[in-house]
């Protein structure tokens, strides 16, 4: 394991790069992810809201169909009068999709067994040959605790996948166990207790690939630097399975870092296309420092020839899909998947710049809260687009 520490040298996402973003008429050319449209915004489960999503996956990256059916981890809360509250109460919840169309499977997880006082996002693995699927996630906070604190930890459980009779339920799950723990040496440990979402600290959102190239299974993260020099200490951290059964992790340097430039890299995920690894994040403009340059929110991502880098931007800036102007918190949360196909979740749509989102009532009357219409990337080496030509709506 020393060897794959000294392979990594830490990439850097850097203000340079971000000075280059520029948009035209409140649009990023190829960069810009369609306008979302009131009839897109159909609800889908009555009284019930849904953010961050991703699929059920094979070892090699690729999406698990059931006769079409794909089956997707959905953070869910209760419809709350603030749906920014949504993140204090969240729950994954099992749903399953196919050619847009959604059917509800329920919490995906007991709630006895929930180490955390809520489930944030994280990734999940099927193995055809067993019929179990693992799923990696956030605990946030701790069970029982009497205030909600933002404390984070990953954590890892198994369950048989169970397709009977046109139900599909997961069962069995095993008792969870915590999968990469904060070191406070290269990852803030966190264990907030006050916070405000966007400026907290992370050690969330694992998210599991196998390198074609060395066989390897790693956990990416969202983290903090423990040694960073600003507030503004955001980065992507990685992990390495000991050994095959993928129940013990080793804790490696980070793979990319923003010191200075950005607070949290969300979500980070690989996709391996061409020999090449793309490495994708989101985040917002509200969590770059404020002595910097900023980007829109949007997806960005970088690539390298090799898992542990050295990761140079897509587009040269990092910005591969942004909320036009016009709109800049329509969508957020993106997830690529192995065939290119981005899924995220409607934020605060058709809402222009500066509108009054510190407002409660006007949050509940603006929030989607549902599966965003998906649209498809073109990539051809360290350049990255929206493919206008596929788009859903």
């Not at 709350?80 to 169309?101: C, F, K, N, T, Y």
């Not at 949050?363 to 788009?391: M, T």
Request: aromatic share 10%.
């Amino acid at each position: 394991m020393q060897q794959a520490k000294s392979q990594i040298k830490t990439s850097h996402w850097l203000a340079s790069h971000v000075a280059q973003i520029g948009s035209v008429d409140g649009v990023y050319g190829d960069q810009t992810i369609p306008l979302v449209t009131t009839s897109e915004i159909a609800p889908i489960l009555a009284g019930i809201d849904l953010w961050d999503l991703w699929p059920l996956q094979s070892a090699d990256g690729s999406t698990v169909r059931f006769d079409g059916w794909a089956l997707w981890f959905v953070l869910s809360s209760p419809t709350l009068p603030d749906p920014e509250s949504r993140h204090g109460v969240a729950r994954i919840r099992l749903m399953s999709e196919r050619m847009g169309q959604w059917r509800d499977h329920g919490n995906a997880l007991p709630l006895a067994q929930n180490p955390g006082s809520r489930e944030w996002a994280g990734s999940s693995l099927f193995d055809p040959e067993s019929g179990l699927v693992t799923l990696f996630y956030t605990a946030a906070g701790h069970v029982g605790e009497a205030k909600t604190t933002y404390a984070q930890r990953l954590f890892q459980t198994t369950g048989r996948l169970i397709l009977a009779n046109n139900a599909l339920y997961i069962t069995d799950w095993s008792t969870p166990h915590e999968s990469l723990i904060a070191d406070g040496h290269d990852y803030v440990v966190v264990n907030q207790t006050e916070g405000i979402p966007g400026f907290i600290k992370g050690f969330r959102d694992p998210a599991h690939v196998r390198d074609a190239k060395d066989g390897q299974t790693y956990l990416l993260f969202t983290g903090s630097l423990a040694q960073g020099a600003s507030e503004w200490n955001g980065c992507i951290g990685i992990g390495r399975a000991v050994d095959a059964t993928l129940s013990q992790w080793a804790l490696l340097p980070p793979l990319l870092g923003a010191d200075g430039l950005n607070n949290e890299q969300e979500r980070p995920h690989i996709i391996q296309r061409d020999g090449l690894y793309y490495l994708f994040w989101s985040t917002q403009r509200k969590v770059f420092a404020a002595d910097a340059p900023s980007g829109p929110n949007g997806l960005y991502g970088m690539v390298a020839s090799e898992i542990f880098g050295p990761y140079a931007p897509l587009n040269d800036t990092g910005l591969v899909a942004a909320n036009p102007d016009t709109a800049p918190y329509q969508t957020y949360s993106w997830w690529v998947t192995d065939d290119l196909e981005v899924a995220g979740f409607v934020d605060y749509p058709q809402v222009a710049s500066g509108a009054a989102v510190d407002d409660i009532a006007w949050r509940r009357a603006h929030f989607g809260g549902v599966p965003a219409p998906r649209f498809r990337l073109k990539l051809d080496g360290a350049r990255a687009w929206v493919d206008s030509s596929d788009v859903e709506g």
